[in-house]
Structures are given as C-alpha cells and as structure tokens.
C-alpha cells in the first residue's frame, strides 16, 4: 500500500497553511516533524480527509481519499486526535471502542486495546478522565478497527511512562504489521526514541527537507525550532 500526498495546498480562514506539499509514504513509521503552527495537525487532518485541500490530493493506492465515502475512509485510515476529547461521543469507555466498530463494520483488534490497557476503564466517562487516560481511550477507540494506515497527531502529550511504553509497542506492532503509520511530533528525543523509517521536517506550511534517521542534522532541527537533545543540554537553564 502507498499513501501519496500530490502537490498539496490548504488554504483556511484566508492564510496558506500548507504550500506544495508531495509526499510517498510507503509502510513504516514517519515521523513529521515541526514546531507549534508549522501545518503538522493540518497535513495529518487532509490526509485522513477531514480537511478540503484547496489544490491538490491525497492518494492511497492512486484512488483519492477524499472521494470515498466516509465509512471506507474510516476502514482505510485511521485519525488520532491531538486533543483526545475531540473524538469522544460516547458516555463510557466501553461504548466509545465499540463505536467504530458498529460504524465500519468490522470485528476489530481487541489486543490493541489490551496493550493500551484501556479495559479497566470501560465503565468510565470518557470525558471525566485524566489527559492520559483519554490519550489511552482515544488511541484504543480508533486503532481498534485495524485500519492499514494510521495517523497520530503528538500521540504522547500527557502519557505517563506506562502509558508512553504502551504506545511504543503498539507503534512496533503496526511497524511488524506493514501498516502505514505517520506521527506528528515537535520533539526531536522523541523521534529518536520511535527509530522512524522516514522523517519529514516541516515549518510555515512547507516541506523543510525529507530524509532517513542520520541525514537530517541536529542543526537543522535547531534551526527550524525543533527541541534536540544537544540543545537541551547546552541551555543555560538545564540541570544536566
């Protein structure tokens, strides 16, 4: 499967957001990489075909997503909230999984919400958790119907180290699984912690540079505002 971005441009509230983007996203694990406002949350948006591009196209295996009915674009691609509360519809954790099971039709992967642990929360409110708890739900609550591409915008805000553990080996599965997974992250540590196949360095709607683990410096990264181990280090307020 191929998940391909052709000369992509969003244009919203009169700003371009995203100019020219092109992308071929094979399976494995990318990671775009961006500091705050540099169309990270917007290219994952078009790409699950929530957002409209003003020019140019979204393709998975040259069908374009944003001709298919919402139903099979929900089989097809999966979309996790940056802000978790926002996928929630339902008035327990429980329901909330079952969710798009009933909606697409399919049996789904009950070891991936296992992995998340998000069983001893089913009789809970979603909307009453903790930020990490809902991190957890909202990951299980689309992951769950085993769609082949998988989209996480900051997936790891709020986790506590169980929590950042889980998602790290369900990330390893869907990589051993050929799914194609794309995460959005402003922490270069973090990236480096993922081991992602691909990188793609993103700032004021534009494509910086696109390159495997070693060919895009720290420098780079520093430039384009990206927090780096090295500067973290060097920064005259760390303890380290």
Not at 135 to 142: D, G, K, L, P, Y
């Amino acid at each position: 499967m191929k998940l391909e971005i052709k000369s992509l441009r969003v244009r919203l509230n009169g700003k371009d957001v995203l100019k020219d983007i092109t992308l071929s996203l094979d399976s494995g694990l990318t990671v775009i990489i961006g500091e705050n406002s540099s169309g990270k949350t917007t290219l994952l948006k078009t790409m699950a075909g929530l957002v409209k591009p003003s020019a140019g196209e979204v393709l998975v295996d040259g069908k374009s997503i944003h001709q298919l009915h919402a139903r099979e674009r929900a089989r097809l691609i999966g979309y996790c909230w940056q802000n978790p509360y926002h996928g929630f519809f339902e008035e327990n954790v429980k329901r909330e999984i079952e969710f798009i099971l009933k909606n697409t039709g399919v049996n789904g992967r009950k070891d991936y919400v296992e992995i998340l642990g998000v069983e001893k929360l089913f009789n809970k409110n979603p909307f009453k958790l903790s930020g990490g708890e809902a991190r957890r739900v909202s990951i299980a609550s689309v992951v769950v119907a085993d769609q082949p591409i998988v989209l996480m915008d900051e997936p790891f805000n709020d986790m506590d180290l169980d929590g950042y553990r889980s998602l790290r080996k369900l990330v390893e599965i869907f990589k051993k699984e050929k799914k194609i997974i794309v995460i959005a992250l402003n922490n270069a540590m973090m990236m480096e912690a993922l081991s992602p196949d691909l990188i793609v360095l993103l700032r004021g709607g534009n494509v910086v540079k696109v390159g495997k683990p070693g060919e895009i410096g720290e420098k780079e990264f520093e430039e384009n505002n990206i927090v780096t181990r090295r500067a973290l280090i060097e920064s005259p307020e760390s303890n380290y």
